[in-house]
């Protein structure tokens, strides 16, 4: 049985209490009953379940800092050049003291109640402050943490201290919701498993290393099956596995081990590594990367969709499709990536080739890149070149315009 979400005005959003972003936002929405799964979700839960499934507490905790009006007035710069423009304005308002987490992500969470409207700016290996100023690899300003909807598409953030361009405020763990032991909202998981070039709603890119069969890609949610019965876990773990059966959790980033999720760090113990907010011990959760095994791991289940339902779009029509170079044995054919809307993600891209008339086509070739290389044509012959995209759950887009090659003889 699904547990009934905290109910919530999206102006009680507070310092102190509340939830960030809108109630129709994917954080704050209960999934469906008897959603749509992956056809893979158990291979893919298996990977998942391969290794720890980790609380980080401390070093790789999220510090959330509240500015004011009166807070210090930081100048920031983004070294990371080569992305773009910083997404975080030039000057912002910083708690003094405010410092990164001691993690390699170097994580700072800032938000701006004095901004209208409420503003959150979130850092990506930010160094401590010093002299006024501020610098950060990268990181993303989410709009309006009130009733805006924490995700890049349709507005809400812009760039991200995770890999996919959602704003990583709304699936923090919080302290307080620990203490309350109810956590009314999806949470942020972090795997060594996330896919290289497959993402999906509501992520917006993947930073994924994974190319290991049924990797996870970013972006997608979840679930602790519910009719599984958790009343005698310890109680952080119990708070933990009814979030993750009620509202499920979203792969925002890549790390370390198979299945990581993202607590609120304590400004106070940020730097001090081994030592845990007493928040979270009292409830069980002992240590840094505490690992939880009292939640029926093997019960977690992978939706198709963020919304629950199955995904029967196919995704977009390829286009822009090219041959960058030939060969006597075939070509490289460069193309726009497509897209899938809010579902289950372009997981592939298949090369097919025909003859000159059109006739014979054969898949040649396939892969996540919008590159793709065929390597079995023969020499002085003509060649049609089309691709087409499939997602996550075997939807196929039709074909692309066709690109004509001829091969050379040698």
Same mark, same amino acid.
């Given at each position: 049985?699904?547990?009934?979400?905290?109910?919530?005005?999206?102006?009680?959003?507070?310092?102190?209490?509340?939830?960030?972003?809108?109630?129709?936002? @994917?954080?704050?929405?209960?999934?469906?009953?008897?959603?749509a799964l992956m056809p893979n979700s158990a291979s893919i839960v298996a990977n998942v379940n391969s290794g720890e499934h980790t609380a980080d507490l401390n070093d790789y905790a999220i510090p959330i800092y509240n500015a004011t009006a009166s807070s210090p007035t930081v100048s920031v710069t983004c070294t990371n050049t080569g992305w773009g423009t910083c997404p975080i304005p030039s000057t912002i308002h910083l708690p003094a003291g405010a410092i990164p987490n001691a993690g390699s992500d170097g994580v700072i969470e800032d938000i701006d109640w004095s901004t209208n409207? /409420?503003?959150?700016?979130?850092?990506? $290996?930010?160094? *401590?402050?010093?002299?006024?100023?501020?610098?950060?690899?990268?990181? !993303?300003?989410?709009? &309006?943490? *009130?009733?805006?909807? !924490?995700?890049?598409?349709?507005?809400?953030?812009?760039?991200?201290?995770?890999?996919? %361009?959602?704003?990583?405020?709304?699936? &923090?763990?919080?302290?307080?919701?620990? #203490?309350?032991?109810?956590?009314?909202?999806?949470?942020?998981?972090?795997?060594?498993?996330?896919?290289?070039?497959?993402?999906?709603?509501?992520?917006?890119?993947?930073?994924?290393? #994974?190319? /290991?069969? %049924?990797?996870?890609?970013?972006?997608?949610?979840?679930?602790?099956?519910? =009719?599984?019965?958790? =009343?005698?876990?310890?109680?952080? $773990?119990?708070?933990?596995?009814?979030?993750? $059966?009620?509202?499920?959790?979203?792969?925002? +980033?890549?790390?370390?081990?198979?299945?990581?999720?993202?607590?609120?760090?304590?400004?106070?113990?940020?730097?001090?590594?081994?030592?845990?907010?007493?928040?979270?011990?009292?409830?069980?959760? #002992?240590?840094?990367?505490?690992?939880?095994?009292?939640?029926?791991?093997?019960?977690?289940?992978?939706?198709?969709?963020?919304?629950?339902?199955?995904?029967?779009?196919?995704?977009?029509?390829?286009?822009?499709?090219?041959?960058?170079?030939?060969?006597?044995?075939?070509?490289?054919?460069?193309?726009?990536?497509?897209? +899938?809307?809010?579902?289950?993600? /372009?997981?592939?891209?298949?090369?097919?080739?025909? +003859?000159? =008339?059109?006739?014979?086509?054969?898949? @040649?070739?396939?892969? =996540?890149?919008?590159?793709?290389?065929?390597?079995?044509?023969?020499?002085?012959?003509?060649?049609?070149?089309? /691709?087409?995209?499939? +997602?996550?759950?075997?939807?196929?887009?039709?074909?692309?315009?066709? @690109?004509?090659?001829?091969?050379?003889?040698?």
């Amino acid at each position: 049985m699904l547990v009934a979400p905290l109910a919530h005005a999206d102006s009680a959003f507070t310092a102190t209490s509340g939830l960030p972003f809108a109630t129709t936002s @994917v954080w704050n929405t209960v999934i469906r009953s008897s959603p749509a799964l992956m056809p893979n979700s158990a291979s893919i839960v298996a990977n998942v379940n391969s290794g720890e499934h980790t609380a980080d507490l401390n070093d790789y905790a999220i510090p959330i800092y509240n500015a004011t009006a009166s807070s210090p007035t930081v100048s920031v710069t983004c070294t990371n050049t080569g992305w773009g423009t910083c997404p975080i304005p030039s000057t912002i308002h910083l708690p003094a003291g405010a410092i990164p987490n001691a993690g390699s992500d170097g994580v700072i969470e800032d938000i701006d109640w004095s901004t209208n409207p /409420v503003t959150a700016y979130e850092f990506w $290996q930010a160094n *401590k402050p010093a002299g006024g100023a501020i610098s950060t690899a990268w990181g !993303g300003t989410a709009v &309006d943490v *009130k009733t805006g909807t !924490g995700i890049a598409a349709g507005g809400g953030t812009t760039g991200s201290a995770t890999a996919t %361009n959602v704003s990583r405020l709304a699936g &923090d763990i919080r302290m307080r919701e620990i #203490s309350a032991g109810l956590i009314p909202h999806a949470l942020e998981v972090a795997s060594v498993f996330t896919c290289t070039g497959y993402f999906r709603y509501p992520a917006a890119k993947t930073d994924g290393p #994974s190319t /290991v069969a %049924n990797c996870i890609p970013e972006g997608a949610r979840i679930q602790l099956d519910p =009719s599984v019965n958790i =009343s005698s876990l310890p109680a952080g $773990q119990k708070a933990i596995a009814k979030a993750l $059966q009620t509202y499920g959790a979203y792969v925002c +980033d890549t790390a370390n081990s198979p299945f990581a999720l993202a607590f609120e760090g304590d400004p106070s113990l940020i730097g001090q590594s081994g030592q845990v907010p007493a928040v979270y011990s009292n409830a069980g959760l #002992s240590w840094d990367y505490y690992d939880m095994n009292s939640i029926p791991w093997s019960s977690l289940r992978v939706l198709q969709q963020s919304n629950g339902a199955a995904d029967t779009t196919a995704p977009a029509t390829v286009t822009g499709v090219t041959a960058t170079s030939t060969a006597a044995n075939g070509a490289t054919i460069a193309f726009n990536p497509s897209s +899938d809307g809010q579902g289950s993600g /372009v997981a592939t891209y298949n090369l097919w080739r025909g +003859d000159a =008339s059109y006739n014979n086509w054969v898949r @040649v070739a396939s892969g =996540s890149a919008t590159t793709l290389t065929d390597t079995t044509a023969s020499p002085s012959t003509t060649y049609n070149y089309a /691709v087409r995209a499939q +997602d996550g759950v075997g939807n196929i887009s039709l074909s692309s315009a066709t @690109v004509t090659v001829t091969t050379p003889s040698s």
